[in-house]
């Protein structure tokens, strides 16, 4: 839904209540959006040169082009959203977040030259995606949307990228039965995709091995994706039971055309790396003995590019979508909510879970 005039001015009033100075590149953010919903494209003249300050507001509106107004409000509404937010989150969590180093159980982030990395860290389950790491990731992602790097990345530690989704996520069931279960359960998938839809700065993969299920369909809202040749993309939805999420069924017929993301999407069909690359998946493949060194490098030459103008083409390449994109993912959400609850789905957890099955 879009954001109205009424969202539009309570917006205004929170940024006057935040606890923390957002930073000035943030601020220089909440300038452009804020001239361009109220006043449409830039159209002062350029300070001077030596005019910093009035200058680093004029690019910052000017860089928003002709942004309408509309997704101008929105935009801006977001940004104050996701302030808000953070500032929310951070009475939960642990000492140390403050300087960046909050503790994760199943990840490990680090920010230096520039790059915060997210590494998947649960290497003895190849990686697969616990509901507590579910949201350490949501958390980590919100935490780097607002600090000092440029670029995130993220990747996975030991021989696999990811292994999807934890299939014991779905033992733990809670009083109200299964269906609170897969009620719970699609609440937290749509708000997990949700913050890879909205964040805000390149975003990358780093698939150092092999990518099942929602670590592959989450790829398609990623700004590029750097794969070793060790590595391979499944999305054995079919043979799970299970339908397609992280906006799959949207960005794949997109990024591969409609007959591609049928073979991955519903006949399950694993791609190499070189193979997703062909399908525009991949934005490079590597060979995995230099693998690390060669995407790191590139990795770091990237991060020295200036900010706020990545950031700002992020947001003009992929504004447009976002609405759509969360459509989709309530769509998809609200699919598998019910697809969890069939016998199709609980026959194929169980078999894996009992050892009889394994992809
Ligand atoms: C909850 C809300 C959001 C839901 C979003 C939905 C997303 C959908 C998906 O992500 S679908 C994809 C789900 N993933 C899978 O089906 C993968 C299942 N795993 C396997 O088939 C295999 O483990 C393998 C092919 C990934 C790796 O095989 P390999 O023989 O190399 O290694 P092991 O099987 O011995 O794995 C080591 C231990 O790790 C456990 N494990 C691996 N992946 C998962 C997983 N996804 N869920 C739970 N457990 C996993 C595996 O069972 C081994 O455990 P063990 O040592 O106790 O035997």
């Avoid at 525009?280 to 706020?308: C, H, I, M």
Wanted: proline residues 5%.
């Amino acid at each position: 839904m879009r954001a109205s005039q009424e969202d539009f001015e309570s917006a205004m009033n929170q940024v006057k209540l935040l606890k923390k100075d957002p930073g000035n590149e943030v601020k220089l953010r909440l300038y452009a959006l804020y001239k361009q919903a109220t006043e449409g494209p830039c159209n002062m003249p350029k300070p001077g040169v030596f005019d910093f300050i009035n200058k680093a507001k004029w690019d910052a509106w000017n860089a928003l082009g002709s942004l309408p107004k509309e997704t101008a409000r929105q935009n801006y509404v977001d940004l104050v959203s996701s302030l808000t937010s953070s500032s929310e989150s951070s009475t939960q969590v642990k000492p140390g977040a403050d300087r960046g180093q909050q503790e994760y159980e199943n990840l490990v982030v680090t920010s230096e030259d520039g790059i915060t990395k997210i590494m998947f860290n649960r290497p003895t389950r190849k990686n697969a995606i616990s509901t507590q790491m579910y949201q350490e990731i949501m958390l980590a992602l919100k935490a780097a949307s607002k600090d000092d790097s440029t670029i995130t990345v993220v990747t996975g530690n030991g021989d696999y990228y990811c292994s999807g989704n934890d299939l014991a996520n779905f033992t733990d069931i809670p009083p109200g039965g299964v269906e609170e279960k897969a009620k719970q359960s699609a609440i937290m998938l749509r708000d997990f995709v949700g913050t890879f839809i909205d964040f805000p700065k390149p975003l990358v993969a780093v698939v150092n091995g092999p990518a099942v299920g929602i670590s592959v369909t989450i790829l398609g809202l990623f700004d590029a994706v750097y794969a070793s040749d060790r590595a391979t993309f499944h999305t054995p939805f079919s043979h799970l039971g299970l339908s397609p999420e992280g906006c799959a069924s949207y960005t794949f017929p997109k990024i591969m055309g409609p007959a591609k993301a049928t073979e991955m999407l519903i006949f399950g069909k694993k791609l190499t790396a070189g193979e997703a690359c062909a399908q525009g998946l991949v934005t490079e493949v590597f060979p995995d003995s230099t693998f690390q060194k060669e995407v790191w490098t590139r990795l770091k030459a990237y991060s020295k590019l200036p900010p706020n103008s990545m950031r700002i083409s992020k947001q003009v390449i992929r504004n447009m979508e976002k609405e759509k994109l969360h459509a989709v993912n309530a769509e998809e959400s609200s699919v598998l909510q019910e697809r969890w609850l069939s016998d199709e789905c609980i026959n194929a957890t169980m078999n894996f879970l009992s050892k009889k099955a394994k992809l």
